[in-house]
Every structure is written in structure tokens, then in C-alpha cells.
């Protein structure tokens, strides 16, 4: 998969933060806050996956549903199509919502228990005005064949299918307005993993036949590498490190990167990698360490990285990390003692 793109960023992301009031006392005083999203800069370009890596905690749903408009930033601008979205009205923003959509982590809270599966998809359809009538159910039964289902399956209820199934209902809702990004927030870590194969062949495929680009968040990194163009790993609410896909696995940047590499089991002896393993616990988002966040975990941490937040740089093409002492001038630093 290539990373090369001659056309503008279909969606940039500028010192996008979420920050959570802490309230203490009687009186409900701010006392701090939680730095969920804590400064992001990136770009995904149409037809692009952008895998989104990071251990729980680390801010990535968050920033989903922040670029889907699902919560109100901070601070930092989105901007879609080349429109600021927070400068939008509310008729505007409206328009919107239908090029931006949302699939969400389990499957079997993300669908109305009450409704069909007819009438689950064919609700943005009507909200939005799109169709109606005999046209409605046209699109409704094409959305299902889409992701693998069946028109007869239509008027049955969600409890009746199997978690895979019911993520495909979830992605055929997604696509029902014909959106141009949609943000996949750990759509199978819920799922067996004899499905998760299933549902990330057919996200390839819709991403194909309906020209989309995705923002695909996991919390592994095996599915992100089986659908990711480029890959952003994320630690304590910012990206560390972003590369392409290949890059980033063969040649990561960053400590971090690196110890997520050293996590994914690896069946072939001959091509496991010697590799330092992540110790130690993610810090508090409400406390985080002074200078880089990972130095307290950091093997190679350095008087540097305890005194000064280093910035996200590109050390090499469309390699950018957020390190002191990125892993790969480390080597050629060893290379010419």
C-alpha cells in the first residue's frame, strides 16, 4: 500500500486537545483536569487507512470521537474537506455528519435492542432525508448485501445475530449515507478471533468499492497492520510516533514503538527480533510526568527526556516521532563509536 499522495489531506488534525475538569470539594472546585487528547497533530489522506495504536488509556477513542464531532474539543482545529469544523453552523455541520461516521467497539451495545435491523439502517437514511418508500428499502437491502447479509435477514432483531453479524449491521448503518471518513474504534477486539479476519477483509473491501478512507483505532497492533496505509502510535494523550505501515514495524523511532513491537508474539523463531519489553504502568492523565511522558518507562531515557517535552519531528521522509533520542540515530551513533 502506498503512501505517496499528490492531492490535499482529506482531514487535518491541529493541537487537538480534550481535557476533563477535575472537581473537588462540596463547592465542585476545579482542581485540575485529565489530559485525555493532550495535543494532536496529524492528516489522512482520501482513500487512506490510518491505523491509531496505544495502550487503554492513551486517548485514542477519544480523539475518534472527537474528529467525528461526537465531542467538543478543548482546543485545536479539525478540519475536513478544508473547512474548519468549528466554524461551522449547525445546518452546515449537519451536512457534514454524513461524509463523517462512526463504528463503534462492541456490537452489541452500539444497536438499538428495540428496533430491526431494517429500521437500524435505514435510520440516518430518514433522518437525514436521503430516501423513502420503496426507494428506501432498495438502499437498505443494498447496504446489507454490502456487508454480507441478506434482505430476509432485515426484520429480525439485533439479540438474534452473533457479535459478527452484528458489527456488520453496525458498519452497513455507517455507510448508509455514503461517507467519505469513517472512524473504526476497535470495531473487533470484541469479536472471536476467527471473526476479526472476516470483518477487516470486508472493511478492505467496502473501503474499495465505496472509496473510503478510514481512521482504524485498535488496541493491538497485528489488525492494524493487516488494514493500515500509515500508522500513528499514540501514549498518554499524543502521537509519538508516525510512519508508514512497513516503516514503522521495521524500523521504529520511538521507545514505545518499539516495546509494542516486543509485545506481538511472534510463532517463527528466525524472525523474532530482539527487542526491550514494556514495563512498568501508563502514568496518570491528570499528573503527567514532567518532560517526555515515557521516560519513567523508557530504557533509554536520558537528564533530557525528565526536563523537556520533546516535539513530534520527522526524522526521516514521512517518519515523524517524538523522541530525544530516536531509536535510529541512536544506531548510527553506535555504528560510528
Known amino acids: 500500500m502506498s503512501c505517496q499522495h499528490?492531492?490535499?489531506?482529506?482531514?487535518?488534525?491541529?493541537g487537538l486537545k480534550k481535557h476533563y475538569p477535575?472537581?473537588?470539594?462540596?463547592?465542585?472546585?476545579?482542581t485540575g483536569a485529565v489530559r485525555a487528547v493532550d495535543g494532536l497533530d496529524f492528516h489522512v489522506f482520501p482513500g487512506e487507512t490510518l491505523g491509531v495504536v496505544g495502550e487503554s488509556g492513551c486517548g485514542k477513542s477519544t480523539m475518534g470521537q472527537l474528529v467525528t464531532?461526537?465531542?467538543e474539543p478543548t482546543e485545536g482545529q479539525i478540519i475536513f474537506e478544508g473547512r474548519d469544523l468549528a466554524a461551522l453552523s449547525e445546518?452546515?455541520?449537519r451536512e457534514v455528519r454524513r461524509d463523517l461516521q462512526f463504528v463503534f467497539q462492541d456490537p452489541y451495545s452500539s444497536l438499538n435492542p428495540r428496533m430491526k435491523v431494517f429500521d437500524v439502517v435505514a435510520e440516518p437514511l430518514i433522518v437525514h432525508g436521503q430516501a423513502k418508500g420503496a426507494e428506501l428499502k432498495r438502499e437498505v437491502y443494498r447496504l446489507l448485501r454490502a456487508v454480507g447479509l441478506n434482505e430476509n435477514q432485515a426484520s429480525r432483531y439485533p439479540h438474534e445475530f452473533s457479535g459478527g453479524?452484528?458489527?456488520?449491521?453496525?458498519?452497513?448503518?455507517a455507510l448508509a449515507l455514503n461517507p467519505k471518513l469513517i472512524v473504526c474504534d476497535e470495531p473487533v477486539s470484541a469479536l472471536d478471533v476467527s471473526i476479526q479476519a472476516q470483518i477487516l477483509n470486508l472493511l478492505k473491501d467496502?473501503?474499495?468499492?465505496f472509496h473510503l478512507t478510514y481512521i482504524f483505532i485498535a488496541h493491538g497492533l497485528p489488525s492494524v497492520k493487516h488494514i493500515s496505509d500509515r500508522i500513528a502510535v499514540m501514549y498518554l494523550g499524543r502521537i509519538v510516533e508516525i510512519a508508514g505501515r512497513d516503516e514503522?514495524?521495521?524500523r521504529p523511532d520511538h521507545p514505545y514503538t518499539e516495546a509494542l513491537l516486543a509485545s506481538v508474539p511472534v510463532s517463527d523463531p528466525r524472525l523474532r527480533k530482539k527487542r526491550t519489553p514494556l514495563s512498568g504502568e501508563l502514568p496518570n492523565p491528570a499528573d503527567p510526568p514532567r518532560g517526555c511522558a515515557f521516560h519513567p518507562r523508557c530504557p533509554y531515557a536520558a537528564g533530557l527526556c525528565r526536563e523537556q517535552a520533546p516535539e513530534l519531528l520527522e526524522h526521516q521522509e514521512g517518519h515523524y516521532s517524538a523522541c530525544h533520542y530516536?531509536?535510529?540515530r541512536k544506531e548510527h551513533e553506535d555504528a560510528a563509536k
Do not use: T, Y
Open 6 to 14: 499528490k492531492e490535499p489531506p482529506l482531514l487535518e488534525v491541529r
Open 22 to 30: 477535575v472537581k473537588k470539594g462540596w463547592l465542585g472546585r476545579d
Open 69 to 71: 464531532k461526537l465531542q
Open 91 to 93: 445546518a452546515e455541520m
Open 165 to 173: 453479524q452484528r458489527q456488520r449491521i453496525g458498519i452497513a448503518r
Open 206 to 209: 467496502l473501503q474499495e468499492q
Open 248 to 250: 514503522l514495524f521495521e
Open 326 to 328: 530516536p531509536l535510529h
